[in-house]
């Protein structure tokens, strides 16, 4: 659909519909690609993760110009309200996701600029007596690393993890750290994550004691380190 502002014309379009018919879930997390054109994650019906790539800016195919959609992650090892999706340096797209089966957070490294082909999947958080994955946010780090929050829903907190390398798989030494940053009440609920100026997480989450809670990280893991603490 269009309609006409004062400065333009918007656009709405049916974006699962136009790449393939089936019923998109309620959790999408949406980016701007390096090439300027919208990229979305999202679940299907069946509990697939899929990845949408637009080929123009507002998803309308138009000449050779098409949307393309690949499904990256297996059915029944995902769960909704547990995606977000981030580009690296490399230009290429990541998505962190709720592994389904043990209620861990995974990373899903794309391989290409439409996740068709070489995609990486590993294990970024979770620990016995937690269950993490749901509200999730990502982001990428100052050093190009990912970086995660997400809600605990066990213990009713905010975890935070930072990995070690750009995918996340842990190689020369180099490996991933989660820990447990806030638990005022019942916190780690809608959480935002971004990267501020000097290169530190900031994140800001719900809480249902106090509604709207801040954190600022004072290293780059989130780990306190001398006088640098959270």
């Not at 935070?160 to 005022?184: E, S």
Request: net charge negative.
């Amino acid at each position: 659909s269009y309609s006409k502002g004062a400065y333009g014309t918007s656009t709405a379009i049916a974006l699962s519909s136009s790449i393939q018919s089936y019923t998109i879930d309620s959790n999408t997390s949406l980016a701007i690609a390096p090439d300027g054109l919208p990229a979305f994650a999202d679940f299907d019906n069946n509990n697939n993760l899929v990845f949408f790539k637009c080929g123009t800016p507002t998803c309308i195919p138009y000449g050779n110009a098409t949307n393309t959609q690949s499904t990256i992650v297996n059915a029944n090892q995902v769960r909704e309200r547990g995606d977000s999706l981030a580009y690296g340096q490399d230009g290429l797209p990541a998505i962190a996701y709720n592994n389904f089966n043990n209620d861990t957070v995974w990373l899903a490294k794309c391989g290409n600029k439409d996740c068709s082909s070489g995609n990486t999947f590993a294990f970024v958080a979770g620990e016995s007596g937690s269950s993490l994955g749901r509200f999730l946010t990502l982001a990428i780090g100052s050093d190009n690393m990912p970086i995660v929050a997400t809600r605990d829903y066990t213990n009713a907190s905010l975890y935070f993890a930072k990995c070690g390398t750009f995918n996340c798989i842990p190689a020369n030494g180099a490996t991933n750290t989660f820990l447990k940053i806030d638990k005022a009440g019942s916190s780690g609920t809608w959480n935002s994550l971004t990267v501020g100026q000097d290169g530190l997480p900031a994140i800001s989450t719900h809480d249902y004691v106090d509604p709207l809670r801040f954190i600022k990280c004072g290293t780059l893991n989130c780990v306190p380190s001398g006088s640098a603490t959270n």
